[in-house]
């Protein structure tokens, strides 16, 4: 039975397109936006955690703020300090960095100066492309030798050959550093463009540039299989309580992916559920077809009745009919929903995560509305008069 | 009365409230038709022909009296009742044919099966062997809108025959045809009657109810003697 109701109710869709069409207008336009937004949502929420996560979850960096006590806390012997007192870290690095010009003959850049421990390229997977980082000695030493990211090199040596050449540093003299290695080029975590760095030596620096034992900053990698987030959270409240919250600025990834996954999620549901109220709207509509086609086929109804067609029969048919149409509407929805976050996607080069959830409850709520707004019609089409139904023009 | 009757009416009154009014459509009436029997039922308009037709098709049930559908006393009945009654026992042939415009011959011809819960397969072959009876096998595929008058007249009888029903009840099946075309159908009938099949006919046409085995007149409700 379900099988002929399907049947005729596709006839009758069939016989009447551009109606079924128009009518459907509502359900279509509404499962559309809802598909749309959730899997924009989504799209969304993975591109950002996407580009948060970029250089490593695992990482957390701790900049300390000028001021008395930071001074005297956050040297370089920190480091260990910090390293022995919060479980969970791989290691502390110490970085400084700041602005700087650069020239090799006639070739100037602008670029990032860090000064960095010679294992710091070892801990942080970054390996050279040619010669090699800077080694314990030239640190200890205090050597001008210079380590160059892959960006600075192209600008600086469009020839290649680096290794073993010259470059100025401009701070607030000019200083001549050899070359020692180029670094492979590295993705960027959110605040280090590896590649557009130059790495010297972090005595050199001290030294040469920056002449205060502060340290700019801590890069923190926790352990694996350890939780960032909660290490995260260890080390704020370490260090709110040995030197103040005002004294020092901690940037987690981590926590910044949680923050972001939870808004865009709540952001993209509030829209959908906004989206979800035409729906309704489109319920309606398939409650005014089915009423102009219950009107339109009362002599067909009549001569079901007589045919031997129980209330129940009819009332099974206009009902299946409803979700037929609903359905119908909840397909072209999906396809729709999906043409636009392909189209939104690639305008705004997010890559695609198709929100599968949001197609099941399209479907589902389809399927609800034909049920509901079905149902009066349906109800009124079964409880027609076989005598009247029989004589109506 | 004998149990071989398909239709027993005894004093059966059907009344209706019309603004103010009570109508009287019919006033105690009385009806037998035996199995086998070829019956019409004429009167003018407004007699209580159609009135009497309905309450014999199962569609509306009487005010008072008892009316018996092979042998059931249908008085009490609800409406899903009479459903499954129309169904199993009458078979209906309307003036305007009334064929399902957007189902093909046989799938009009399967409909009264589909309500019977009778299985697909089973279903096909009734109604082919029923399309078969009425000269219109090679039609089968056809949608009403490509058939002639007489052929979907045919076709209606064809649906009427599908469930074995006790009774058709045919009203003006011969209205909407030319002359030629309402003969041939009458002959049908006919054919169908000296196989076994109880036929009601409900006409205002006068030669068309004299051919019939027997006559019921009705006027302002009551049997004409």
């Known amino acids: ?393 | 009365m004998a149990s071989d009757s398909v239709i027993e009416a005894v004093d059966v009154r059907k009344y209706y409230i019309v603004g103010d009014y009570l109508v009287k459509a019919l006033d105690g009436v009385d009806v037998d038709i035996r199995k086998g029997e070829f019956v019409s039922i004429m009167g003018p308009s407004g007699s209580g022909k159609s009135t009497l037709m309905n309450l014999i098709g199962c569609l509306d049930r009487p005010t008072s009296g008892i009316l018996k559908i092979d042998g059931t006393d249908t008085s009490d009945f609800s409406e899903r009742d009479l459903a499954y009654l129309r169904n199993e026992k009458i078979g209906f042939v309307f003036q305007q044919f009334n064929l399902l415009g957007k189902l093909n011959a046989l799938e009009n011809v399967m409909t009264p099966l589909l309500y019977a819960r009778v299985s697909p397969k089973e279903r096909r072959e009734l109604a082919t062997e029923a399309l078969e009876r009425v000269g219109l096998a090679d039609r089968m595929k056809h949608k009403p809108n490509e058939l002639s008058g007489g052929q979907k007249q045919r076709v209606a009888i064809a649906r009427a025959l599908v469930n074995n029903p006790s009774l058709i009840l045919a009203d003006e099946p011969t209205g909407a045809l030319d002359t030629k075309t309402g003969n041939q159908i009458m002959e049908l009938f006919e054919q169908l009657n000296s196989e076994g099949r109880t036929i009601v006919l409900v006409t205002h046409n006068r030669e068309l109810g004299m051919a019939c085995s027997r006559q019921i007149l009705i006027r302002d409700g009551k049997l004409e003697k």
Request: hydrophobic share 45%; charged share 15%.
């Open chain 1, 1 to 393: 039975m379900i099988w002929e109701n399907t049947k005729l109710a596709f006839a009758s869709m069939k016989a009447n397109k551009m109606r079924t069409l128009l009518s459907l207008l509502g359900i279509i336009i509404g499962v559309g936006a809802v598909v749309a937004i959730l899997t924009l949502g989504n799209s969304a929420t993975e591109s950002i955690t996407d580009s948060i996560s970029a250089g490593g979850l695992e990482m957390v960096s701790i900049f300390p703020v000028s001021g008395q006590k930071s001074s005297e806390t956050f040297d370089e012997q920190f480091c260990e300090t910090l390293k022995s007192e919060i479980n969970g870290i791989d290691f502390v690095l110490p970085m400084n960095t700041s602005n700087a010009n650069f020239r090799n003959q006639q070739e100037t850049t602008t670029a990032q100066l860090a000064g960095v421990p010679s294992n710091y390229a070892e801990l942080m997977n970054y390996d050279a492309e040619s010669g090699e980082f800077f080694s314990q000695e030239d640190n200890i030493f205090k050597r001008q030798v210079c380590v160059l990211g892959a960006d600075v090199a192209e600008e600086l040596f469009p020839d290649g050959n680096a290794v073993g050449q010259y470059i100025s540093i401009f701070r607030t003299q000019a200083k001549s550093y050899q070359v020692v290695g180029v670094m492979e080029s590295k993705d960027a975590m959110l605040s280090v463009a590896f590649d557009n760095y130059v790495y010297v030596p972090y005595n050199t620096y001290t030294q040469r540039f920056r002449k205060v034992s502060m340290v700019g900053t801590y890069v923190v990698r926790t352990a694996d299989g350890e939780d960032p987030i909660a290490i995260g959270d260890s080390i704020t409240s370490y260090l709110d309580s040995l030197v103040g919250s005002d004294s020092y600025n901690l940037f987690s990834p981590a926590t910044l992916a949680e923050m972001a996954q939870s808004i865009t999620g709540t952001f993209s549901t509030f829209l959908a559920a906004i989206a979800a109220i035409s729906l309704v709207v489109g319920g309606i509509g398939i409650m005014n077809i089915m009423l102009v086609s219950v009107s339109e086929r009362t002599r067909e109804i009549g001569v079901r009745k007589a045919l031997g067609a129980t209330n129940s029969d009819i009332m099974g048919q206009f009902i299946t009919e409803a979700i037929a149409l609903t359905l119908v509407g909840g397909f072209l929805g999906i396809i729709l929903g999906t043409g636009i976050s392909v189209a939104v996607t690639n305008l705004v080069s997010w890559t695609l995560h198709i929100s599968y959830s949001s197609y099941i409850i399209a479907v589902g709520f389809s399927m609800v509305i034909g049920l509901f707004f079905g149902w009066y019609p349906a109800r009124k089409a079964a409880k027609l008069d076989p005598i009247e139904s029989l004589n109506y023009e």
